[in-house]
């Protein structure tokens, strides 16, 4: 079945630096890519999502990027803040089915 | 305000009972789903449904069963509870489609 694959598990920055978090996944019918953020003892919540018809978005200091063709997907965060440290989940939907999260990567931004 | 509630938030029972977990959403959502999860770490799917009378297992057998009897409310029932079992369960909800999942505070189980 699908999957996605979500690298690095685990990040570590010093304050300021920008952090990337790339994800790869099979299926070309892929056509929406979420990104979630779970602070410690919190529940997931969606940061920053795209559909399959964009290669870019933007929302202040974070970013999501988009290749299609190389069927890989990533998160941008700049000017990291200790606020950012969490553990940073991205998925993808394929026509209104199940939702395929990746295992996360665990951001540590160190001040 | 629209939401998504998980009751109870903490529980601590012996092995070989039963228990359930209740979730209920407020946003008037159709899809929802069960989550597995270990503090920080991979998000297992258990359960989900597109609607009401639709069920559908996950990628994670775990001995459970679900029902969705009512668009809001979408309880979990674990028929004999083992220490495996000893996790938090994430409760989520969606409109129809690819769309932004609202997750709720979740259960933490212990199982002795």
């Known amino acids: 079945g699908e999957n996605v694959e979500q690298h690095p598990s685990t990040l570590s920055v010093q304050e300021g630096d920008s952090a990337v978090i790339k994800c790869t996944y099979s299926?070309?019918?892929?056509?929406?890519f979420p990104w979630y953020k779970q602070e410690l003892g919190k529940r997931p919540q969606l940061i920053i999502d795209?559909?399959?018809?964009?290669g870019e978005k933007k929302d202040q200091r974070i970013a999501v990027t988009l290749n299609k063709t190389a069927k890989h997907f990533s998160l941008h965060i700049t000017e990291t803040q200790p606020e950012d440290s969490a553990v940073y989940f991205c998925?993808?939907?394929?026509?209104?089915?199940?939702?395929?999260f990746g295992a996360g990567t665990r951001l540590f931004v160190k001040a | 305000e629209a939401d998504i509630y998980q009751t109870p938030r903490y529980l601590v029972i012996g092995t070989g009972k039963k228990i359930t977990l209740e979730c209920s959403q407020t946003?008037?959502?159709?899809?929802m789903y069960w989550y597995q999860q270990d503090p920080g770490m991979e998000l297992h799917l258990i359960h989900y449904?597109?609607?009401?009378?639709?069920?559908e297992k996950g990628d994670l057998s775990s001995e459970s069963t679900v029902s969705r009897i009512r668009t809001e409310h979408f309880p979990l029932t674990l028929e004999s509870a083992r220490p495996s079992h000893t996790s938090q369960y994430l409760c989520a909800s969606s409109e129809s489609g690819d769309n932004e999942q609202f997750f709720g505070p979740g259960t933490r189980l212990t199982v002795l």
């Open positions: 946003m008037g959502h159709d899809k």
């Open positions: 795209i559909r399959s018809n964009v």
């Open positions: 449904s597109y609607g009401v009378n639709s069920t």
């Open positions: 998925a993808l939907g394929a026509g209104g089915f199940k939702t395929i």
């Open positions: 299926d070309s019918a892929s056509n929406y």
